[in-house]
């Protein structure tokens, strides 16, 4: 069973300072792997996939990295701005099925 | 272009009682799915479509059921609700499954009493 774990689970930083938040996966047998921001009350927007066969993927002020061997993803979100705070979400997928992790909550202070 | 609506936004709902909560996509996606999301334990796959007329189990399918009639519209159904179902239920869709995004709606609030 895919176990998928967000560290940390909550952050807290100055306006400016770049975010970095990480997602590791138990097993590699992946397609894709998919970061998601939510608003309190609200859904999911996708923010990023990275294919498996893909190393990083970028928008905008957003960079994710996908290392399949070891499990691991890192979202980086470049001079962090008060409207960036939402609760990150990761989710890898395998044969149909999204697995989420619990998500990281960010707050940027102004 | 609205993408995925859920119906209803919120519903308090007495125990035993039938509900069904609506999904319609408009991008012709072919796969769709229905998740809980409950705190502390995160989202969970309920059932899945990958094509009309094909329905799947997910993780959590005891309590629900869904149809597939059309490619818009994918209902679930709690045919007698009970207070473990109280949760935020999310509507998603994909092109089809293997290495799609996926797209999800506003979701559902529901409160089982």
């Known amino acids: 069973k895919q176990e998928v774990t967000q560290i940390p689970a909550a952050l807290s930083v100055p306006e400016g300072e770049n975010l970095v938040l990480n997602c590791s996966f138990t097993d590699s047998a992946i397609y894709n792997l998919q970061w998601f921001r939510q608003d309190p009350g609200k859904g999911l927007t996708s923010l990023l996939l990275i294919q498996s066969s893909q190393r990083e993927q970028t928008s905008g002020r957003l960079n994710a990295s996908l290392d399949k061997s070891s499990g691991r993803s890192t979202l980086y979100i470049a001079a962090s701005q008060p409207g960036d705070s939402a609760t990150y979400l990761c989710?890898?997928?395998?044969?149909?099925?999204?697995?989420f992790g619990a998500g990281t909550t960010v707050t940027v202070r102004a | 272009i609205a993408g995925i609506t859920q119906a209803p936004t919120s519903q308090i709902l007495a125990a035993g009682r039938r509900m069904t909560l609506r999904c319609t996509q408009d991008m012709r996606h072919n796969a769709m799915y229905w998740y809980r999301q409950d705190l502390g334990l995160g989202l969970r796959l309920i059932h899945y479509s990958n094509t009309a007329g094909t329905t799947g189990k997910g993780e959590v399918p005891d309590g629900y059921s869904v149809s597939r009639a059309n490619t818009d519209d994918f209902p679930l159904t709690l045919a007698s609700a009970v207070p473990s179902q109280t949760s935020v239920y999310f509507c998603a869709s994909s092109m089809g499954q293997g290495r799609n995004e996926q797209f999800f709606g506003p979701g559902t609030r529901l409160t089982v009493l």
């Open positions: 989710a890898v997928k395998d044969d149909y099925k999204l697995s």
